[in-house]
Every structure is written in structure tokens, then in C-alpha cells.
């Protein structure tokens, strides 16, 4: 399975709005709500930040939101903080019954 | 609160086989409707599913690594563990372990708790 596409990097200044996109096919990101975004921090473990495409789970700032366009899945963060730097991953369910995650995209917050 | 932790030897030579466990605190590997997975992340690169696994036994798992890996519960210990046969320099990365959030039409939806991780290389 291929990995799902995403920028290798983004940036931008505090309080901006940043989208990450996420690309797969119609055989995951497109052909199922099942995309998740995850952040990790330098040397920490992965935090979901939003599941099924638009969910936040509990305790995640309402900053974080998740859309869903035909194959291509996003992330936007608004009122860029410089405590959102870090790497940002999203993964999607496939029609093999498997999890395929993207490469990654750091943010930088300037 | 439901916590995991990954454990096994730090250090792996080629050609053997890397073994992992992951001990769930504070909550049951029994849990109806939780899988449980791996996945790790090799150094400079991106994240990868590795497989997952129901108490019951039923498994997914990553096809590129699918002839290489099994994994096991054993929910009388409240654990759930990972080999991964023939090991190459390839393999060498961060392992985490994590639980899956359940959905209705297929096994689960998305990764929502992840234990720490635990740095594992393969060398002679």
C-alpha cells in the first residue's frame, strides 16, 4: 500500500491559519470517513487530534479542524500558536481492510 | 486512566527476530469492541501501521510486513505483543503501541491512546 501524500513542510506566524493537506485515492482518503490527524511533538509519542474526517476527541483545542474534499483530506489550524510546531500525520482506512498513514508535514510556526 | 507501555530489548542483530510487549494499566485488553496496535516510525521517516489485534484474537496487519510480523495477546497479563521475523537495518525505528477507537463498520477508526514508544535498532 502506498503511503497517503502530504506536504513536507508549512509554515506561518502566529495568530495566521495553515491547512495541511492529506491525498490519497478513492480506496482510502476518498472512499471512506475514516481519516484521523494525529500531532507529534519532538520525541513524543503521536496525539490524535481528529478522527472520522471532522471529529475532535475530548480536550483537543477547537482550533484543530478536519475537512474532506473528493481524495484529498485537510488540516487547519487557526490562531497559529507556537506550541502547534511540531509533525503532523494523517492516516486513512483502506478497501484492504488496512490503516495507510501520509509522510508527515512539519510545521514551523515563524 | 488508560495507559500503555512498550518493552523489549533496545538493541536487535540482523536476520533475528524483535520481539515487543505492550502492558495495558488502568483499563482491560478485554475491553469488547478495542483493538490494539503497532506502529513505528523509522528515523528521519514517517509513520507506519504495522498491524492490530482483537483480545479475541482476529488480526489485521501491514501487507508489505505481513510475512514477517505476528502478533498476540495474552489478556491474563493485560498485554499484547509484536514479533517481527528476519530483521534488517530497515527495521530499526521507534515503536509504539496503541489502542484503537472502535467504529461500527469496519475493525476501528483511528489510533486515540499511544504509549511512549521505545527506540529499537538492528545491528551486529
Known amino acids: 500500500q502506498s503511503a497517503l501524500t502530504q506536504p513536507a513542510s508549512v509554515s506561518g506566524s502566529p495568530g495566521q491559519s495553515i491547512t495541511i493537506s492529506c491525498t490519497g485515492t478513492?480506496?482510502?482518503?476518498?472512499?471512506?470517513?475514516?481519516v484521523s490527524w494525529y500531532q507529534q511533538l519532538p520525541g513524543k509519542a503521536p496525539k490524535l487530534m481528529i478522527y472520522?474526517?471532522?471529529n475532535r476527541p475530548s480536550g483537543v483545542s477547537y482550533r484543530f479542524s478536519g475537512s474532506k474534499s473528493g481524495n484529498t483530506a485537510s488540516l487547519t489550524i487557526s490562531g497559529l500558536q507556537a506550541e502547534d510546531e511540531a509533525d503532523y500525520y494523517c492516516?486513512?482506512?483502506?478497501?484492504?481492510?488496512?490503516?495507510?498513514f501520509g509522510g508527515g508535514t512539519k510545521l514551523t510556526v515563524l | 486512566q488508560l495507559q500503555l507501555q512498550e518493552s523489549g530489548p533496545g538493541l536487535v542483530k540482523p536476520s533475528e527476530t524483535l520481539s515487543l510487549t505492550c502492558t495495558v494499566s488502568?483499563?482491560?485488553?478485554?475491553?469488547?469492541?478495542?483493538?490494539w496496535g503497532w506502529i513505528r516510525r523509522p528515523p528521519g521517516k514517517g509513520l507506519e501501521w504495522i498491524g492490530s489485534?482483537?483480545?479475541?484474537?482476529?488480526?489485521y496487519y501491514n501487507p508489505s510486513l505481513k510475512s514477517r510480523v505476528t502478533i498476540s495477546v495474552d489478556t491474563s497479563k493485560n498485554q499484547f505483543s509484536l514479533r517481527l521475523s528476519s530483521v534488517t537495518a530497515a527495521d530499526t525505528a521507534v515503536y509504539y503501541c496503541?489502542?484503537?477507537?472502535?467504529?461500527?463498520?469496519?475493525?476501528?477508526?483511528?489510533?486515540?491512546?499511544w504509549g511512549q514508544g521505545t527506540m529499537v535498532t538492528v545491528s551486529s
Open positions: 496503541a489502542r484503537c477507537l472502535p467504529a461500527v463498520a469496519v475493525a476501528f477508526r483511528a489510533f486515540d491512546i
Open positions: 492516516s486513512s482506512y483502506t478497501s484492504s481492510s488496512t490503516w495507510v
Open positions: 478513492s480506496s482510502d482518503v476518498g472512499g471512506y470517513n475514516y
Open positions: 489485534i482483537y483480545y479475541g484474537g482476529s488480526t
Open positions: 472520522d474526517v471532522t
Open positions: 488502568g483499563g482491560s485488553i478485554s475491553s469488547r469492541s478495542y483493538y
